[in-house]
Protein backbone atom coordinates (compact mmCIF):
# COMPACT_ATOMS: atom_id res chain seq x y z
CA UNK A 1 0.00 0.00 0.00
CA UNK A 2 0.94 3.36 -0.91
CA UNK A 3 1.74 5.99 2.30
CA UNK A 4 2.24 9.44 2.21
CA UNK A 5 4.32 11.35 4.28
CA UNK A 6 3.99 14.98 5.61
CA UNK A 7 6.23 15.82 8.27
CA UNK A 8 5.88 19.77 9.16
CA UNK A 9 2.32 19.70 10.92
CA UNK A 10 2.89 23.32 10.94
CA UNK A 11 4.51 26.17 9.29
CA UNK A 12 4.67 30.20 8.99
CA UNK A 13 6.17 32.29 6.44
CA UNK A 14 5.94 36.01 5.86
CA UNK A 15 3.47 37.87 3.38
CA UNK A 16 5.99 38.16 0.40
CA UNK A 17 8.37 35.21 1.30
CA UNK A 18 8.55 31.88 0.17
CA UNK A 19 7.94 28.63 2.26
CA UNK A 20 8.80 25.16 1.11
CA UNK A 21 5.88 21.87 1.68
CA UNK A 22 7.66 18.47 2.29
CA UNK A 23 6.42 15.37 1.28
CA UNK A 24 7.27 12.02 1.03
CA UNK A 25 5.81 8.90 -0.32
CA UNK A 26 6.08 5.68 -0.89
CA UNK A 27 5.18 3.06 -3.60
CA UNK A 28 6.62 0.38 -5.64
CA UNK A 29 4.52 1.52 -8.63
CA UNK A 30 6.70 3.34 -11.30
CA UNK A 31 3.58 5.16 -13.12
CA UNK A 32 1.70 7.43 -10.53
CA UNK A 33 0.20 10.68 -10.12
CA UNK A 34 1.30 13.41 -7.47
CA UNK A 35 -0.73 16.16 -6.72
CA UNK A 36 -0.53 19.40 -3.81
CA UNK A 37 -4.31 20.00 -2.27
CA UNK A 38 -5.51 23.58 -0.07
CA UNK A 39 -8.13 23.76 2.13
CA UNK A 40 -9.02 26.90 3.68
CA UNK A 41 -11.09 27.64 6.65
CA UNK A 42 -13.83 26.65 4.44
CA UNK A 43 -12.77 23.37 4.05
CA UNK A 44 -13.25 23.16 0.64
CA UNK A 45 -10.05 20.71 -1.11
CA UNK A 46 -8.87 23.24 -3.95
CA UNK A 47 -6.52 21.47 -6.67
CA UNK A 48 -3.03 23.70 -6.46
CA UNK A 49 -0.89 21.47 -8.61
CA UNK A 50 -0.45 18.14 -10.25
CA UNK A 51 2.73 16.33 -11.27
CA UNK A 52 2.87 12.92 -13.75
CA UNK A 53 5.76 10.77 -12.27
CA UNK A 54 7.11 10.04 -15.98
CA UNK A 55 7.60 13.80 -15.87
CA UNK A 56 10.98 15.05 -15.63
CA UNK A 57 9.97 18.45 -15.54
CA UNK A 58 8.64 19.77 -12.48
CA UNK A 59 5.27 21.37 -12.46
CA UNK A 60 4.41 24.93 -12.09
CA UNK A 61 1.25 27.06 -11.61
CA UNK A 62 1.96 31.06 -11.28
CA UNK A 63 3.38 31.24 -7.45
CA UNK A 64 3.77 27.54 -6.89
CA UNK A 65 5.91 24.62 -7.85
CA UNK A 66 7.07 21.72 -7.21
CA UNK A 67 10.27 19.95 -6.92
CA UNK A 68 9.90 16.48 -7.56
CA UNK A 69 12.51 13.96 -7.22
CA UNK A 70 11.23 10.21 -8.08
CA UNK A 71 14.30 8.29 -7.15
CA UNK A 72 14.48 10.19 -3.65
CA UNK A 73 10.37 10.07 -3.57
CA UNK A 74 9.97 13.19 -2.79
CA UNK A 75 7.35 15.83 -3.80
CA UNK A 76 7.74 19.12 -2.12
CA UNK A 77 5.65 22.49 -2.53
CA UNK A 78 7.19 25.75 -2.99
CA UNK A 79 4.97 29.11 -2.45
CA UNK A 80 6.69 31.98 -3.87
CA UNK A 81 5.25 35.67 -2.78
CA UNK A 82 3.20 34.10 -0.20
CA UNK A 83 -0.47 36.17 -0.08
CA UNK A 84 -2.70 36.05 2.68
CA UNK A 85 -4.89 33.91 0.88
CA UNK A 86 -2.67 31.06 1.06
CA UNK A 87 -3.66 30.36 4.53
CA UNK A 88 -4.65 26.97 4.98
CA UNK A 89 -4.09 23.72 5.73
CA UNK A 90 -2.08 21.61 2.67
CA UNK A 91 -2.23 18.20 1.69
CA UNK A 92 -0.24 15.97 -0.59
CA UNK A 93 -1.55 13.50 -2.56
CA UNK A 94 -1.07 10.49 -4.46
CA UNK A 95 -2.53 8.21 -7.22
CA UNK A 96 -1.83 5.48 -8.90
CA UNK A 97 -1.52 4.47 -12.77
CA UNK A 98 -5.21 4.10 -13.42
CA UNK A 99 -4.43 3.15 -17.56
CA UNK A 100 -5.86 -0.04 -16.75
CA UNK A 101 -9.55 0.98 -15.80
CA UNK A 102 -10.91 1.20 -12.47
CA UNK A 103 -11.11 4.42 -9.85
CA UNK A 104 -8.00 4.42 -8.23
CA UNK A 105 -8.39 7.54 -5.49
CA UNK A 106 -5.81 9.50 -3.44
CA UNK A 107 -3.81 8.62 -0.78
CA UNK A 108 -3.47 11.69 1.44
CA UNK A 109 -0.92 12.71 3.52
CA UNK A 110 -1.61 14.20 7.16
CA UNK A 111 -1.36 17.71 6.09
CA UNK A 112 0.61 21.01 6.75
CA UNK A 113 -1.08 23.99 8.42
CA UNK A 114 0.49 27.12 6.82
CA UNK A 115 0.14 30.34 8.49
CA UNK A 116 0.71 33.49 6.92
CA UNK A 117 2.05 36.37 9.15
CA UNK A 118 1.46 40.10 8.00
CA UNK B 1 -16.88 25.83 -15.49
CA UNK B 2 -19.58 23.27 -13.75
CA UNK B 3 -18.11 21.64 -10.82
CA UNK B 4 -19.15 18.50 -8.50
CA UNK B 5 -22.48 19.77 -6.62
CA UNK B 6 -22.91 18.01 -3.33
CA UNK B 7 -26.72 18.04 -1.30
CA UNK B 8 -27.54 18.92 1.40
CA UNK B 9 -24.33 21.24 2.45
CA UNK B 10 -25.48 20.86 5.91
CA UNK B 11 -27.54 18.01 7.42
CA UNK B 12 -28.35 17.77 11.59
CA UNK B 13 -29.34 13.99 12.25
CA UNK B 14 -30.28 12.63 15.40
CA UNK B 15 -28.44 9.04 16.86
CA UNK B 16 -29.49 5.81 15.14
CA UNK B 17 -31.34 7.68 12.16
CA UNK B 18 -30.32 7.86 8.22
CA UNK B 19 -29.10 10.28 6.43
CA UNK B 20 -28.85 10.28 2.51
CA UNK B 21 -25.74 12.44 0.58
CA UNK B 22 -26.31 13.37 -2.82
CA UNK B 23 -23.25 14.10 -5.41
CA UNK B 24 -23.13 15.26 -9.01
CA UNK B 25 -19.78 14.92 -10.85
CA UNK B 26 -18.68 16.91 -13.46
CA UNK B 27 -20.13 16.35 -16.68
CA UNK B 28 -18.27 13.25 -18.90
CA UNK B 29 -16.56 12.32 -15.46
CA UNK B 30 -16.74 8.49 -15.45
CA UNK B 31 -16.05 7.83 -11.87
CA UNK B 32 -17.25 8.84 -8.86
CA UNK B 33 -15.49 8.96 -5.32
CA UNK B 34 -16.73 9.65 -1.42
CA UNK B 35 -14.44 10.56 1.17
CA UNK B 36 -14.92 11.60 5.06
CA UNK B 37 -13.08 13.97 6.86
CA UNK B 38 -13.34 14.39 10.99
CA UNK B 39 -12.07 17.24 12.59
CA UNK B 40 -8.63 18.03 12.31
CA UNK B 41 -7.87 15.06 10.27
CA UNK B 42 -6.72 13.86 6.44
CA UNK B 43 -9.62 12.69 4.23
CA UNK B 44 -10.00 8.86 4.38
CA UNK B 45 -11.40 7.29 1.45
CA UNK B 46 -14.56 5.39 1.40
CA UNK B 47 -15.98 3.96 -1.75
CA UNK B 48 -15.61 5.03 -5.12
CA UNK B 49 -17.86 3.92 -8.53
CA UNK B 50 -16.74 3.68 -12.19
CA UNK B 51 -19.06 4.10 -14.90
CA UNK B 52 -21.46 2.93 -12.69
CA UNK B 53 -20.03 -0.12 -10.88
CA UNK B 54 -18.00 -0.63 -7.30
CA UNK B 55 -14.68 0.20 -8.12
CA UNK B 56 -12.58 -0.13 -4.87
CA UNK B 57 -13.99 0.11 -1.13
CA UNK B 58 -12.35 2.26 1.57
CA UNK B 59 -12.77 2.02 5.57
CA UNK B 60 -16.75 2.51 4.75
CA UNK B 61 -18.57 1.45 7.19
CA UNK B 62 -20.92 -1.49 7.38
CA UNK B 63 -24.08 0.63 7.94
CA UNK B 64 -23.33 3.04 5.07
CA UNK B 65 -23.70 1.86 1.69
CA UNK B 66 -23.29 3.78 -1.48
CA UNK B 67 -24.34 3.41 -5.45
CA UNK B 68 -24.18 5.19 -8.76
CA UNK B 69 -27.56 5.88 -11.16
CA UNK B 70 -28.01 5.54 -14.72
CA UNK B 71 -26.99 9.54 -15.09
CA UNK B 72 -23.26 9.20 -13.02
CA UNK B 73 -24.65 10.73 -9.70
CA UNK B 74 -24.33 9.41 -6.57
CA UNK B 75 -25.50 8.84 -3.09
CA UNK B 76 -24.36 7.36 -0.12
CA UNK B 77 -26.47 6.14 2.37
CA UNK B 78 -25.49 6.21 6.26
CA UNK B 79 -28.29 4.33 8.68
CA UNK B 80 -27.88 4.17 12.20
CA UNK B 81 -26.05 6.83 12.55
CA UNK B 82 -22.93 7.17 15.81
CA UNK B 83 -22.20 10.48 17.18
CA UNK B 84 -18.69 9.31 15.63
CA UNK B 85 -19.98 9.66 11.92
CA UNK B 86 -20.02 13.91 12.50
CA UNK B 87 -18.04 15.08 10.09
CA UNK B 88 -17.24 16.53 6.30
CA UNK B 89 -18.49 14.80 3.67
CA UNK B 90 -16.74 14.46 0.38
CA UNK B 91 -17.70 13.79 -3.38
CA UNK B 92 -15.40 14.22 -5.82
CA UNK B 93 -15.02 12.76 -9.34
CA UNK B 94 -12.83 12.14 -12.20
CA UNK B 95 -12.48 11.37 -16.14
CA UNK B 96 -10.64 7.70 -15.93
CA UNK B 97 -10.68 7.21 -19.27
CA UNK B 98 -7.47 9.14 -19.22
CA UNK B 99 -5.22 7.45 -17.07
CA UNK B 100 -4.78 9.73 -13.90
CA UNK B 101 -6.75 12.23 -14.34
CA UNK B 102 -7.26 14.61 -12.04
CA UNK B 103 -9.49 14.59 -9.02
CA UNK B 104 -11.84 17.20 -8.49
CA UNK B 105 -13.86 17.78 -4.90
CA UNK B 106 -17.28 18.92 -4.07
CA UNK B 107 -17.69 21.83 -1.50
CA UNK B 108 -18.62 18.75 0.72
CA UNK B 109 -21.31 17.89 3.00
CA UNK B 110 -21.42 18.47 6.89
CA UNK B 111 -22.93 16.13 8.66
CA UNK B 112 -23.82 16.58 12.07
CA UNK B 113 -24.83 13.52 14.41
CA UNK B 114 -26.40 14.99 18.02
Known amino acids: AQTVTQSQPEMSVQEAETVTLSCTYD???????LFWYKQPPSRQMILVIR??????QNATENRFSVNFQKAAKSFSLKISDSQLGDAAMYFC???????????????FGKGTHLIIQP | AAGVIQSPRHLIKEKRETATLKCYPI?????VYWYQQGPGQDPQFLIS???????DKGSIPDRFSAQQFSDYHSELNMSSLELGDSALYFC?????????????FGEGSWLTVV
Open chain 2, 92 to 104: ASSWDRVSGNTIY
Open chain 1, 27 to 33: TSESDYY
Open chain 1, 51 to 56: QEAYKQ
Open chain 1, 93 to 107: AYRGDTSGGGADGLT
Open chain 2, 27 to 31: PRHDT
Open chain 2, 49 to 55: FYEKMQS
